[in-house]
């Protein structure tokens, strides 16, 4: 097989199509229905999804919860204000995090945010630039960082978001990501009742995302392009579910690429799925041959990101890249906030 460059997974994509709010009703998006097979799509409301499930199916969701991981302070002894980025925590009050400006942030820099409520120190600097910071405190951390924290929003979203919990899912349970797992935004409590009731099992694991899902390829050969580890936990309930579903013919349905990771990182070559947790760094592109998933519910993602690498690992590149060209034609919203896409 040929090396495949970052470059094979670029396309033209209109800035005035990329979503800056959420629906008022998460499940009226649109979606695009892609069969991997013939390439051929259609085009739907995102509540059709129940038209292509069948009973015996399993949904498997990620019940990750962002935490509102950016805070806004400043340094004690100049009043430069920083921004960081919770990324992932270390141990109790250690934390990687991503700091701007970082060239101010060196190792022994005291932090200050909320006129003094929380504290912080600069340990050292670790991998990608990346600063390990100690917070100081009184009472319960997450009580502090509620009060503080902002949602961190990606980049290109540049309207302030007016309810925290939209960039939430509706089933999000433990914290620890530092942006959502989007695909599964497009669900509500009732839709995933229905689809319960029509004898779909749903499954939830956890993958905590990181930011390194959404760091850019910056090597051309994208063999070279090193993934960020993120921890999972898979419980004995999914996994039996899953394994369950496998086992009577059922197919396997990840909303988000979170969840596609989470299963195919606990997988064996077998392809049965193993109760426990851990960290993944795997990086999923065409070639790869997946051991469990059977489809993918997923949003718009960025042209040369890992995250259209992996969808065109399930359904070939040509037949990708076509489907995002009617996407755009058809002016679907695309990233965070935008518009769904369903490959069966």
Known sequence: ?????????????????????????????????????????????????????????????????????????????TGAAVEVLLLKRREKDIWETLVKPGKKCRPGAKLVFGEGILK?????????????????????????????????????????????????TVYAKYDGSAAAPTAGLHFTAELLKQIESMGVKTAYVTLHVGLGTFR????????????????????????????????????????????????????????????????TEIFIYPGYRFKVLDALITNFHLPESTLVMLVSALAGREKVLAAYAEAVRENYRFFSFGDAMLVI
């Open 1 to 77: 097989m040929t090396a495949l460059k970052k470059s094979d997974f670029f396309f033209e994509l209109p800035e005035e199509l990329i979503a800056q709010d959420p629906l008022a009703d998460r499940s009226a998006s649109r979606l695009l229905v892609l069969h991997k097979d013939s390439g051929e799509t259609e085009h739907r409301i995102f509540k059709d999804i129940t038209e292509y499930l069948k009973p015996g199916d399993c949904l498997v969701l990620n019940n990750t919860k962002v935490i509102p991981a950016r805070l806004i302070g400043k340094k004690e002894d």
């Open 120 to 168: 912080a120190e600069v340990l050292e600097t670790v991998e990608e630039g990346n600063r390990l910071i100690r917070f100081s405190y009184e009472g319960i951390f997450e009580e502090v960082l509620d009060k503080l924290g902002e949602m961190p929003l990606p980049p290109y979203i540049t309207h302030k978001l007016a309810d925290k919990n939209r960039y939430q």
């Open 216 to 279: 850019p390829v910056k090597t051309d050969n994208i063999l070279e392009h090193h993934m960020h580890s993120e921890y999972y936990e898979v419980s004995e309930e999914a996994a039996e579910k899953i394994n369950l579903t496998k086992a009577e013919g059922g197919r396997i349905v990840c909303v988000g690429t979170t969840s596609c990771r989470t299963v195919e990182s606990a997988a064996g070559e077998d392809g049965r799925v193993s109760a426990g947790c851990g960290n």
